[in-house]
């Protein structure tokens, strides 16, 4: 959402009586700017307020002992004529009882006004009976425009005090400013001044760097994992269904699909085995399509207090959204909704965030491909599997005679095993119903012991270590058994 639209968007809430108007937020600057314009379009006053400047109209002095939010309610009642009221940080201080009644009556007296009252914060959670007649603005991540008018006003503050060399040609740019979806405005300002900082320029080299940082605040939100495209060397053994219809989906990104009304594809749903590549498949799509990937972390979604949880959906699809085009990939989806389809189990909470994930499928930005995974077909909510919600639906089962010779050739190759020293058949044979984990976990047991001797790797240290080994399809041979048969005929084979 542009910032013009985000002005258009306010005035309308504005100019049809909605008087008291939520903002859940860190980015005060940008609503600060946001709601100034609206009351400039409108040509009323505005007028801001915070615990610290009390109640002041621009950057004038504040009026009065208005520091406190009962006494700023009340200069505000008393105030001839219409304006717009931005109060910053104001639901902290709703514990009282005499603000409540105080921003109740005057919210109620303003309805019939162009007046309006806008309060910001984050977290801002209201009392109920505020929440009931406050409605909700949303502010979108800042678009390209914005983000490229960021790091221009960087640039210049910064050439104010020392020499800023910017080596950058017109693509570069444009790297640079999609390196930084999905960043707050003061994030976007504080990666650029940081990459500036490390050698006084602006080089195509930042454009890594902006997203190693971006990497970091991602994940120190706690919720959502970000893989960068060139850190992502994933492979896969196998698969070669998955890999055929990936070479055909990607032309749905192409001008040319766009140019027919064809839509970019959805998602893809894994469900199978455990340990058999699902994981695995997410990071090889995004790389297969050199698209970034972001992991939700479903678990970390649920919080104690009532709703924290929708909120941090809400803020994970809101980020990948931003960031599109862009792989999100939900793993165990299953433990995620476990209680999708019952309300009592956690006082509805896995029931609401299921439904909002399915609306957000159906209405999500195109550009956000998401890669679901199960492991449990019997706990997956049926609502998943029906056609529509994915472009399709792959059942992911043990790797074959085939695959397993591709999948140690990969083990070993990754760390440094020259394979064509191995007897990749006979470790394939010996190794008939193992996972591609249990797989990987031999090669790395083999490898621990053969340092451990000081000798070199051999098949048959790799022999020994498959011999040690129960597999998944030995321990719960029924379990494996009843998801094949569940998924026999219904779900397209990745193999």
Same mark, same amino acid.
């Given at each position: 959402m542009s910032h013009r639209q985000s002005v258009h968007d306010l005035k309308s809430l504005v100019r049809s009586f909605h008087s008291l108007i939520a903002v859940e937020t860190v980015e005060e600057e940008r609503v600060k700017s946001i709601v100034s314009e609206v009351a400039s379009d409108l040509q009323q006053p505005f007028f801001e307020w915070s615990v610290t400047t009390g109640f002041r109209r621009g950057r004038g002095l504040s009026v009065g002992n208005t520091h406190d939010a009962l006494a700023v309610l009340k200069h505000i009642e008393e105030m001839p004529g219409d304006a717009i009221y931005l109060l910053k940080d104001l639901a902290p201080h709703l514990d009282k009882p005499e603000v409540v009644r105080a921003l109740r009556e005057l919210t109620e007296k303003m309805t019939h006004t162009r007046s309006a009252i806008v309060v910001c914060g984050d977290p801002l959670g209201l009392p109920r009976d505020i929440e009931s007649f406050a409605v909700r603005f949303e502010l979108k991540l800042p678009d390209e425009s914005e983000r490229r008018e960021a790091v221009r006003h960087v640039v210049e503050a910064m050439k104010a005090r020392q020499s800023v060399a910017v080596d950058l040609t017109r693509e570069d740019v444009q790297k640079l400013i999609q390196a930084l979806a999905g960043l707050t405005l003061n994030q976007t300002r504080r990666v650029i001044a940081q990459a500036i900082l490390e050698d006084g320029r602006l080089s195509p080299d930042d454009v890594a760097r902006v997203i190693r940082l971006k990497g970091e605040i991602i994940e120190q939100g706690g919720i959502l994992e970000f893989f960068p495209t060139g850190d992502n060397r994933f492979e896969l053994g196998g698969f070669a269904r998955l890999k055929e219809w990936l070479a055909e989906a990607r032309i749905g990104f192409s001008a040319e699909a766009r140019a027919l009304n064809l839509t970019p594809p959805?998602?893809?749903?894994?469900?199978?085995?455990?340990?058999?590549?699902?994981?695995?498949?997410?990071?090889? *799509?995004?790389?297969?399509?050199? !698209?970034?990937? !972001?992991?939700?972390? +479903?678990?970390?979604?649920?919080?104690?207090?009532?709703?924290?949880?929708?909120?941090?959906?809400?803020?994970?699809?809101?980020?990948?959204?931003?960031?599109?085009?862009?792989?999100?990939? *939900?793993?165990?989806?299953?433990?995620?909704?476990?209680?999708?389809?019952?309300?009592?189990?956690?006082?509805? !909470?896995?029931?609401? !965030?299921?439904?909002?994930?399915?609306?957000?499928?159906?209405?999500?930005?195109?550009?956000?491909?998401?890669?679901?995974? +199960?492991?449990?077909l019997n706990r997956t909510p049926p609502e998943l599997l029906r056609k529509g919600r994915f472009d399709e639906i792959f059942f992911v089962d043990l790797p074959s005679l085939d695959e397993r010779r591709g999948i140690f050739a990969i083990h070993l190759h990754f760390r440094k095993q020259e394979h064509s020293a191995f007897d990749l058949d006979a470790l394939a044979a010996a190794s008939e119903g193992f996972s591609g984990a249990e797989i990987e976990q031999a090669v790395i047991a083999s490898l621990y012991r053969a340092l451990h001797a000081k000798q070199a790797l051999t098949t048959q240290r790799i022999f020994d270590s498959l011999r040690a080994t129960v597999p998944l399809s030995v321990s719960r041979k029924e379990d494996i058994a009843r998801i094949r048969s569940a998924a026999r005929g219904r779900f397209t084979p990745v193999a």
């Open positions: 959805k998602g893809v749903l894994f469900v199978g085995v455990q340990g058999c590549g699902k994981s695995l498949a997410a990071k090889f *799509i995004a790389r297969e399509w050199q !698209l970034p990937l !972001l992991k939700l972390d +479903a678990g970390r979604l649920y919080e104690k207090y009532v709703g924290e949880s929708e909120k941090n959906f809400r803020r994970a699809t809101q980020l990948a959204e931003a960031m599109a085009p862009v792989v999100l990939w *939900i793993d165990e989806l299953e433990k995620a909704f476990a209680s999708g389809t019952s309300a009592d189990a956690d006082g509805g !909470l896995s029931q609401r !965030l299921f439904a909002s994930f399915l609306t957000w499928l159906q209405e999500k930005k195109e550009g956000v491909f998401v890669v679901g995974a +199960a492991n449990d």
